[in-house]
């Protein structure tokens, strides 16, 4: 494997070739909603089966993707805002999280899907000996559920989850708990996600970043954000690493 990775890539709405360079990659740390899996239709309809439970109108699955990227908590607070129109008052949102974490557990994999070259290009870091770990926002319990379902588990070394430190993206601890786990340096791990989360996490914590053009970027254009490569399969990806 060459020990740089190439940012040759089309950036999206512009016509111009981003030309960063990286150290050697030993690692690969990657997001799961929006990199790996299409879990936004699951992520909505717990939503609207939360709101129709307590009694609130249903939210339009393009206004729950903006809402998708930091962690259950601030993704069921911004749908109860939403359909409330004001700030929910503890007591709401207490329930609201209680209702989501039931409803989302019993429907977690009911409609989401596996992005077309994601098992492409984990088989290939596979062959090139890179390690790989899962760091999401999303809990542990379903990220684990997930990641079984869609025959995922064995690709990964360890999950970095929204449950597993006291911050999430886009803070660095996550990236700096799982380079810390693969003992390499935060500029050795790649991080490839979807979102603004995602290119600031690695930003800060100092760490090359490849963002997915089909994600949820929380309404953010990719182009405004500091990545070392846009693409629009994760099957590209392999590519950029060999020189």
């Not at 596979?126 to 390690?131: H, T, V």
């Not at 993206?169 to 935060?186: C, E, I, L």
């Not at 603004?196 to 930003?203: F, P």
Request: glycine share 8%; with cysteine; charged share 20%.
């Amino acid at each position: 494997m060459g020990d740089r990775l190439r940012t040759e890539s089309r950036a999206i709405s512009q016509n111009k070739v981003m030309t960063k360079t990286v150290l050697h990659i030993r690692a690969i740390a990657i997001d799961l909603d929006g990199t790996l899996l299409d879990t936004l239709p699951d992520l909505c309809g717990a939503v609207n089966l939360t709101m129709a439970e307590l009694g609130l109108p249903e939210l339009p699955l393009e206004i729950v993707k903006n809402f998708v990227g930091k962690g259950l908590m601030a993704h069921v607070g911004k749908s109860l805002r939403y359909v409330l129109n004001r700030e929910p008052s503890d007591a709401e949102l207490d329930r609201a999280l209680t209702v989501y974490r039931r409803l989302y557990a019993e429907h977690v994999a009911d409609n989401t899907t596996i992005y077309p070259g994601v098992i492409e290009g984990l088989e290939a870091f596979k062959s090139r000996g890179l390690r790989l770990s899962v760091v999401t926002n999303k809990w542990t319990s379903y990220s684990e559920t997930l990641l079984a379902h869609f025959k995922l588990t064995a690709y990964f070394d360890h999950l970095v989850c929204g449950d597993t430190l006291t911050t999430n993206k886009p803070d660095p601890g996550m990236m700096f708990y799982s380079a810390g786990r693969f003992g390499v340096h935060p500029r050795e791990m790649l991080m490839i996600g979807d979102s603004g989360n995602d290119s600031r996490a690695a930003l800060a914590a100092g760490s090359p970043v490849v963002l997915l053009d089909y994600g949820y970027s929380e309404g953010e254009s990719l182009c405004d954000l500091r990545a070392n490569a846009i693409v629009s399969t994760f099957a590209a990806i392999p590519a950029l690493l060999d020189s």
